[in-house]
């Protein structure tokens, strides 16, 4: 069973709608949560990252966090064609190895 | 502008070549991390350093080599022991601290073994 598991879609969207992406794990462990962001055939860029369980938002962007049942989502409003791309969770233990989900690819549509 | 440069792009080999991607860093980062990436996969750590002249293997390391003799550079041999080398390869660095530990890539790699 892998640590870390991340819904697979792939997702597609028309423009303006709200999206969410989603990871669960299984390591008590893990103390940090990432969202990458990969446009294709590029490397993957931190969108953002959270300690606490709870919601943490940046522009379009929210990231949230339950630890009771290890679960996390990212959340994206009001859509945008440039979103489209591969979004990969990630989670690191408390000594800095990441573990990262297998990505969801997301379209939205113009 | 800070950042991780790979190189080359795009490599073809043929089977029982050991080829060598680059991977340089401007970001003064300590720890540097090599990550193969499969289509549908994410990303498995393949070697990393956290200092000068030392590294460990990652999740899967078998058919890879590395070395870390600058604090800068960290590139990356894939063998002929490696059965199915064809993917995308990713460099990366970071601080290296406890935490967090965001992580900065580069570009990528992609090999294609005919």
């Known amino acids: 069973q892998k640590e870390v598991e991340q819904d697979p879609g792939p997702l597609s969207v028309p423009e303006g709608a709200i999206v969410s992406l989603n990871c669960t794990y299984s390591?008590?462990?893990?103390?940090?949560f990432m969202w990458y962001r990969q446009y294709s055939r590029k490397g993957p860029e931190l969108l953002m990252y959270?300690?606490?369980?709870g919601n943490k938002e940046d522009g379009r962007f929210t990231a949230q966090v339950d630890k009771s049942s290890k679960y996390i989502s990212l959340f994206i409003r009001d859509s945008q064609p440039s979103d489209s791309a591969t979004y990969l969770c990630a989670m690191t233990r408390y000594e800095g190895k990441s573990t990262f989900g297998d990505g969801t690819t997301l379209t939205v549509k113009p | 502008d800070g950042g991780i440069t790979q190189s080359p792009k795009y490599l073809f080999r043929k089977e029982g070549q050991n080829v060598t991607l680059s991977c340089e860093q401007n970001?003064?980062?300590?720890?540097m991390y090599w990550y193969r990436q499969d289509p549908g996969q994410g990303l498995r750590l393949i070697y990393y350093s956290q200092i000068v002249n030392d590294f460990q293997k990652g999740d899967i390391a078998e058919g890879y080599s590395v070395s870390r003799e600058k604090k800068e550079s960290f590139p990356l041999t894939v063998t002929s022991a490696q059965k199915n080398p064809t993917a995308f390869y990713l460099c990366a660095s970071s601080r290296g601290e406890s935490g967090a530990n965001v992580l900065t890539f580069g570009a990528g790699s992609r090999l294609t073994v005919l």
């Open positions: 959270t300690y606490s369980s």
């Open positions: 970001l003064n980062h300590d720890a």
């Open positions: 390591n008590s462990a893990f103390q940090y």
